[in-house]
């Protein structure tokens, strides 16, 4: 079993990801499988527990009705600089509501950490090459924040105001 | 101008210290050479030629006395005594070392000044009228909004790993001086019925396929500035293209979507951000804006009488000071008060660079006579931008002295140029050789005031750095085979007659390419109608025919004959 982040702790993994469609899970494992596999098989797959992975182009908007109960989603990061699960993760948590965990996998680096906290990945896998201590850490590289994201931070320009009340919302459009 | 409170120094310093740690692991060799280019890019620094170039943000062009000092510091500490102001009112340091890298940022951060996402692709430095505040023609004063808008996409975690590089252009004046239309989004502020509102155009761009940024909304409500821009960015991260790196500007989406679709797919993400929660978060109070606008409000300007001057009699005394008031001084909103234009085009200069000699003069005359304040503009030229017409003689004087006040505003010899081939790893040909032989075949001002408004732009390579293609005379550098040559676009414009420019038809080699532009010129004065009709103009009136014909000399009809017959 490999060791990964969650809820900024390194942990032991207890899902497996099944990319391999000929792998059968048994009814106790927990199984992360790619969204094909699980539109075409999730009635039938004996798993304990089962989660989807997601193409970074998949519409998460449309598509959650489907997957609004799984108890984990994947996002994929095919290299580390093709940030569009990060606006996945962002919609999901802030726009969806989603509250299962989400998992950031792929070409996941330690320089990539700060910004998966952000948005809101509560569960990193990071490349077996990288150093689970120092991805660690790295949640950490920068404390403040001008905007917010989907990690709970206020944004700058509201932490400046005096305490008045919010002026009325205008519905000029 | 803005003024950090301890959230900014605290962020800032944090982050330099994250560029710090990542520079120890790469060379370390803990971090892979193609991993830490990704991060260097969004710290500002590029692999040149020669040594790093190091990109220094300077927030829609605005510096203090304070900034132009460290910058003098700077420059003479790690680099080799000057910089280069960009068309990006950026400035741009080409020999810093790597390894040094880290302390520079370190420094340049104890005056508000950072590298933050100047390179890489994500949201870049916003750019600004550089008369916002002082000009007759303004509106609303952009940079409150810039300021707003800036904070908001420094370090968002969604769009920091954007398919391309996304610019924010701004202006608040009749008169767009920003290029506003050459970014990926362009906002105008604007009253409407009362109401303070944008107008926001999407899908500018220059490089291989230059565009002009078409209409998105025409007025956005002033509290959803962040809305609408979250709005363009989530959809250039989720649609732009990441295949091919000449296809990946939001324009490419634009392109191959249509308008109508495009602009449906932002108007139904900024609806749906509006509707909910984060929308909540992203609205703007009036409040905001107020304490936002407290930042720029307008120096303590002495009363009328205070500040004018008769400047007839010294300008008659002195030929000098006369025409740096005809080129170089301009109007200003308050009676009294003109705008100076610091010319970065001096004889032998290359354009847009500055010494730390320089930067030290600045410092001093912009505490002496502008409030501490000195703008970067798109031309690669600096705007002194509250000086008192009593102040301006002496302000002249050590202008001169610097060689800063070259009367060359607006004409042949304010060249626009990039580095080109003798820095830039990306160029394929020289510029600053080429601008300086076009200088000197028009280096006496009679024949540049006899030429009148002209804008000559050059870039190195297809990136379009430069500015070719918004050129009234544009000039591309291509390699063909090795050698350096120069393909030319006449009849561009950045302004509110915004233009892509047309290409002439072949390049031409390096030893032709500025006898080449001198003939456009000659033709130029031989065709129009009166001395008020100006390049541009006349180009306009005339087409491109009888410069094309000149242009190629005696090669010309060849080519005509030989394009008749393909015909």
Redesign the interface.
């Known amino acids: 079993m490999s060791r990964i982040l969650r809820h900024r702790a390194i942990v032991e993994d207890d899902w497996t990801l099944a990319v391999d469609t000929a792998a059968a899970p048994s009814a106790c494992d927990r199984w992360i499988v790619p969204l094909a596999r699980w539109r075409a098989e999730r009635d039938t797959l004996r798993a304990g527990a089962l989660g989807v992975l997601l193409p970074n182009t998949e519409d998460v908007e449309a598509l959650y009705p489907q997957i609004a109960a799984s108890p984990l989603i994947a996002l994929h990061f095919p290299t580390f600089a093709d940030g569009r699960a990060l606006t996945q993760a962002v919609l999901l948590r802030n726009r969806l509501g989603y509250r299962g965990e989400l998992r950031a996998v792929g070409d996941v680096v330690r320089d990539l950490v700060f910004w998966l906290g952000r948005c809101g990945f509560d569960a990193i896998v990071p490349r077996p090459d990288q150093d689970l201590a120092a991805c660690r850490e790295a949640l950490d590289e920068i404390r403040l924040a001008y905007q917010p994201a989907a990690d709970g931070h206020t944004a700058v320009w509201a932490r400046r105001r005096t305490g008045a009340a919010a002026p009325p919302h205008s519905d000029a459009r | 101008m803005y003024r950090y ?1 301890q ?1 900014d120094r ?2 800032l310093r ?2 330099t210290e ?1 560029f710090r ?2 520079t120890r692991r790469y060379l370390a060799g803990e ?1 892979p050479e193609d ?1 830490f280019r ?2 260097r890019l969004r710290n500002g620094l590029y692999q040149q030629r020669h040594a790093p170039m190091l990109r220094i943000s300077v927030p829609y062009g605005l510096l203090g006395a304070a900034q132009l000092r460290a910058m003098a510091q700077v420059v003479r500490t790690y680099d080799k005594g000057y910089g280069h102001f960009t068309t990006r009112q950026n400035i741009q340091l080409n020999w810093p070392r790597l390894e040094q890298v880290p302390d520079l940022l370190t420094d340049l951060a104890e005056v508000q000044l950072h590298s933050i996402q100047a390179c890489g ?1 994500d949201t870049r430095n916003i750019t600004c009228d550089y008369l916002a505040g002082v000009a007759d023609d303004e509106q609303l004063d952009p940079r409150p909004y810039c300021e ?1 808008l800036r ?12 398919p391309r590089k996304f610019k924010f252009g701004f202006s608040g004046a009749t008169n767009d001086r920003a290029a506003t239309r050459t970014n990926d989004a362009a906002v105008h502020v604007l009253r409407r019925d009362g ?1 303070i509102g944008y107008r926001f155009f999407v899908g500018g761009g220059l490089g291989r396929l230059p565009l002009l940024g078409q209409e998105m909304n025409g007025f956005v ?1 002033e ?1 959803d500035l ?1 809305m609408y821009a979250c709005a363009i960015l ?1 959809t250039f ?2 649609f732009g293209r ?1 295949d091919n790196i000449h296809k990946a500007r939001i324009k490419i989406v634009l392109r191959e979507w249509g308008i109508e679709r495009f602009r449906t797919a932002i108007e139904t993400e900024y609806a ?1 951000i ?1 509707e ?3 929308g909540e ?8 804006i107020e ?1 936002m606008r407290t930042h720029f409000s307008a120096p303590p300007y002495r009363p009328a009488h205070e500040a004018r001057a008769d400047l007839a009699a010294p300008a008659a005394l002195e030929g000098g000071f006369a025409a740096w008031l005809k080129r170089n001084v301009r109007a200003h909103k308050m009676p009294g008060y003109r705008v100076v234009f610091v010319s970065l085009k001096a004889p032998g200069q290359a354009p847009g660079d500055c010494t730390a000699e320089q930067f030290e003069a600045l410092a001093e005359l912009a505490e002496t006579y502008s409030f501490g304040e000195l703008r970067a503009t798109y031309d690669q030229n600096l705007v002194l931008p509250d000086v008192a017409e009593r102040d301006l003689h002496a302000l002249w004087t050590r202008l001169e002295a610097a060689r800063l006040a070259t009367p060359n505003i607006g004409l042949t010899t304010d060249i626009i140029a990039c580095p080109g081939l003798d820095f830039c790893g990306l160029a394929n040909a020289g510029t600053i050789g080429v601008t300086q032989e076009i200088y000197q075949r028009f280096d006496s001002l009679e024949a540049q005031y006899e030429i009148g408004p002209i804008r000559i732009t050059m870039s190195g390579c297809m990136n379009g750095c430069g500015h070719h293609s918004v050129g009234h005379i544009g000039i591309l550098g291509v390699d063909k085979h090795g050698e350096e040559w120069y393909q030319v676009t006449l009849g561009g414009s950045p302004g509110n007659d915004a233009a892509i420019g047309e290409r002439v038809g072949r390049a031409l080699a390096r030893s032709e390419i500025a006898d080449g532009v001198a003939r456009l010129i000659h033709t130029y004065l031989e065709l129009r109608s009166d001395e008020e009709e100006t390049f541009l103009e006349c180009y306009r009136r005339l087409g491109l025919a009888p410069f094309k014909a000149r242009l190629y000399g005696a090669d010309a009809e060849a080519e005509a004959d030989s394009e008749a017959a393909a015909a």
Request: hydrophobic share 35%.
């Open positions: 409170d959230i605290d962020l944090q982050r994250q740690d990542q971090l991993d990704q991060l692709n707003l904070q908001f996409v420094a370090l968002h975690p969604e769009f920091y790993w954007l109401a409500p509290s962040l989530r991260n989720r990441r749906k509006r909910s929660d984060e978060q992203l609205r703007l109070w009036p409040e905001d304490r």
